[in-house]
């Protein structure tokens, strides 16, 4: 594929740090693609990121979907997002990048951001709202923003649906692996790096479909315990960062070193954290036989070549986290309306078809699953071209 088609870096003229976007591609005008913030953000990430977007979106493509796809977009902050002056960097960012959101790139929460909070500043930097260059798109603008709106007012046992959605994709690609390879859901032990939006949900669905987590690791450390984690005590005692309250876990939970997650005894390992947690030194530690990638960008190239050499599969974040960006365009161009089980329902069908394809692909090409799936992504931008006229 190309080079971006355009990427900046942003200095604020208060605080000195910098902010960039990467618009990798767009389709019919319009990228989407979120805004991650955390200390030590750089270009180069923020272009992987965004690349990895137009993957997503191609990925999910259906002709017969109401669904437009979209280019693949990101935007990253250089800041720590618990820095007091984070929020008013924001506002400033996003009121810098305030013609390419009303132009040609829809954004919303990724890592360190929630999405309440990118609203919040989008409102105050003047923008009527993060996602409104896909408005032009849209058959009846009022009736899917409210659609969508009525869709971010649903909880499921107080939480809302559109941090569920991601982690419900996520949990589906490991299970279908797990029922591709013939291993029963009891029994199967699991371990997180990260209880944020993506891994907490992840965390859940996993639990509920029979699976054991037995250690997840947040910034504080790692919590395990062999015979198995009370998820659902444990969500409840987290912060808006994803830290959990120590005083409550249990007598049998013990408190770890942060990277004790990556050696657990388990059989599927989801870094669902922050991006490059995974590198050539530290992967001789992981004895799990998948990796699930519910971060962004979680485990080195170089990495991932080591650990193909010892049997890990690597299910790769283009495919496992692109439930969430899924769920935005399929509500909002109205192919599922503002209901949980109807979210749910068809998050498992498309990401169960999805990981289906690429596991077969790679097995059928010998290669490994991220291949295959830079393969179907290869095989689906040519039929998006002719429907669409332009892709770039």
Known sequence: MASPLLFLTWTDHITGRQGFLVVDRLVRGVASGGLRMRAGCTLDEVTGLARGMTMKEALHYDPASRYVPLGGAKGGIDCDPRDPEAYPLLVRYLRAMRPYIE??????????????????????????SSIQAVYPLLDDEADARRRLGDAFAVEVDGIGLDELVGGCGVAEAALTALDRAGVPHAGTRVALQGLGTMGGATARFLTRAGLTVVAVADI?????????????ALLAARDAHGTVDRS?????????????WLSA????????????????????????????????????????????????????????????????????????GADAEEAFAHTRRSMRSLVERMLARARADGTTPRAAAHALVADRLPVMAERFGWYR
């Open 103 to 128: 132009s040609c790139w829809t954004t919303g929460e990724d890592l360190g951001l929630t999405q309440d909070l990118v609203d919040r500043a989008a409102t105050e930097a003047g923008l009527v």
């Open 220 to 232: 504080k450390g790692t919590i395990a315990n062999p015979t198995g984690l009370d998820i659902e």
């Open 248 to 260: 409550a876990l249990r007598p049998g939970d013990r408190e770890l070193p942060g990277d004790a």
């Open 265 to 336: 005894d388990t059989d599927v390992l989801v870094p669902a954290a922050v991006s490059y947690a995974i590198d050539a030194e530290n992967q001789e530690r992981i004895t799990a036989r998948w990796v699930v990638e519910a971060a962004n960008m979680p485990v080195r190239p170089e990495a991932e070549l080591l650990l193909a050499a010892r049997g890990v599969t690597v299910l790769p974040d283009v495919v496992v986290n692109s439930g969430t960006n899924a769920w935005w365009w399929w509500t909002l161009f109205g192919d599922i």
